[in-house]
């Protein structure tokens, strides 16, 4: 895929006469598309005039600054944006602060970094959550729709929310085939038949409209659950001292998939073709078991080390995780699939289901568990001090923290590492500086519409 606009816009900030930009961006066009070198000049012509019209400064100091983007400095693959570890999490809980503005007070916010967002509705919760598409599986549309569907479904359930809808957004470049929209779609609609949990809307755009070839796809899929009352969404912040932590197997979702299919062993992602994780959910709704539950959660964030340390965070107590029935819990094939091919299953999403509980009613909820023929366990508890998780494996504990990047789980990504490429202080550092632009920024844009709504001149302020 080829992003003209962007490639226009770094060429000309770098200076390069117009001539040659135009040649740079005819390559580019007659690398994806069959015209002709007279066809291809003239659409390179008509980008870069675009794009210098768009870099023409409005004469308003004020809609300058609006129409300017914050800057950092720091790109995405630097920050770990995406890669589930410290870098991501650090970054997504300053999006966090920015989408909880505005005084509204939902029952669970994007401050709490939990699985989904609820909010009360006339004594009803409604649950929502929203999970972009695995980026590696943009080539593989049916495997992408079947598990972002099922990430989507499972934060619903996880919060013991019944899904009553699916949503889609979907995204193809230029030059991407029509049919990877009806793959992509036939594998969330394969889930929704699986489990009752209609697909009901969605969006289908193209990535950047005229100005991005290629055939990549981008998408997400959302879902929508209810629950009868607060008292009962299984927050992160309701695990308490003393709770077990019992695990089903994992086997995976995306990000095995892409394991497997990217180390040449697509057969191992047969194992993550399954939907055993929501029918787990669904079987202790259906019980009223999960009135029982403090939490529920998923082990994709990071892996253990990420949703560990953010329970601990969220929830002020501690954890200790026994590493050897943790690992037991992995479905053998998918395991035996990360240790040949050198990923630590405590970094990566293995997709099992974690379920905080009282002592009292682990039993009852292992045996309802494992009459699904599912394979379920203790694999630790959760402590009130010191508020740390904590790895027990050899009679030894160590502390369980996330890198800076997820555990890397295919060829480029071990290239890229999974620590940070420079002082993570002085990344945190410049995207707190945009951080706090954009909050700028956004009074500035309530404040705008407010003023204009009531007839008040703004133009020419700073």
Do not use: W
């Not at 998918?334 to 990566?348: K, S, T």
């Not at 394979?375 to 050899?394: I, T, W």
Request: glycine share 10%.
């Amino acid at each position: 895929m080829s992003d003209l606009e962007g490639l226009a816009n770094l060429l000309l900030d770098q200076g390069l006469p117009e001539g040659e930009i135009v040649e740079r961006l005819k390559l580019e066009i007659e690398t994806f598309k069959r015209l002709s070198g007279e066809a291809s000049r003239r659409l390179a012509e008509a980008v870069l005039a675009e794009v210098k019209q768009s870099r023409v400064k409005p004469s308003s100091p004020l809609f300058r600054r609006l129409l300017e983007a914050s800057q950092s400095r720091v790109s995405m693959g630097r920050m770990g944006v995406g890669c589930r570890g410290e870098g991501d999490f650090y970054v997504h809980s300053l999006i966090a602060d920015i989408a909880s503005l505005g005084g509204l007070k939902p029952l669970l916010s994007p401050l709490a970094l939990d699985d989904a967002g609820a909010v009360e509705h006339e004594g009803t919760v409604v649950v929502v959550a929203v999970d972009g598409t695995h980026s590696r599986l943009s080539r593989f549309p049916l495997i992408a729709g079947f598990h972002v569907a099922r990430a989507a479904l499972r934060d619903v359930y996880v919060k013991g929310a019944k899904p009553v809808a699916l949503f889609d957004d979907l995204h193809l470049a230029d030059d991407g085939d029509v049919g990877m929209l009806f793959d992509f779609v036939a594998g969330v609609s394969a889930v929704s038949e699986l489990v009752g949990v209609p697909l009901i809307s969605g969006s289908t755009l193209r990535v950047g409209g005229d100005m991005v070839i290629g055939d990549r796809m981008v998408s997400c899929v959302g879902a929508v659950g209810l629950l009868k009352s607060p008292e009962l969404l299984a927050a992160k912040r309701r695990v308490k001292p003393g709770d077990l932590i019992l695990m089903t197997e994992g086997a995976g979702g995306g990000t095995v998939a892409t394991t497997a299919i990217y180390s040449g062993k697509p057969e191992a992602l047969k194992e993550t073709l399954n939907v055993r994780f929501l029918e787990v959910c669904q079987h202790l709704l259906d019980k009223g078991l999960h009135k029982l539950i403090h939490c529920m959660t998923d082990v994709t964030n990071g892996g253990i080390r990420g949703d560990a340390v953010s329970i601990c965070r969220e929830a002020k107590v501690g954890m200790i995780v026994d590493g050897e029935a943790f690992r037991r819990l992995i479905n053998p094939k998918v395991l035996r699939l990360l240790e040949e091919e050198g990923v630590d299953p405590l970094g990566v999403s293995v997709d099992s289901l974690l379920v905080f509980a009282p002592e009292e009613h682990v039993e009852t909820l292992l045996k309802e568990i494992r009459s699904l023929n599912v394979k379920v366990d203790v694999v630790g508890e959760v402590v009130a001090e010191p508020r740390k998780a904590y790895l027990r494996e050899d009679g030894r504990l160590r502390e369980l923290k996330p890198k800076f990047r997820e555990a890397a789980y295919t060829l480029v990504k071990k290239l890229v590492g999974e620590e940070a490429e420079e002082s993570f202080e002085e990344l945190k550092a410049r995207v707190e500086k945009a951080y706090r632009e954009a909050l700028a920024k956004r009074r500035l844009l309530v404040n705008l519409v407010k003023g204009l709504e009531r007839g008040e001149a703004f133009e020419g302020s700073g």
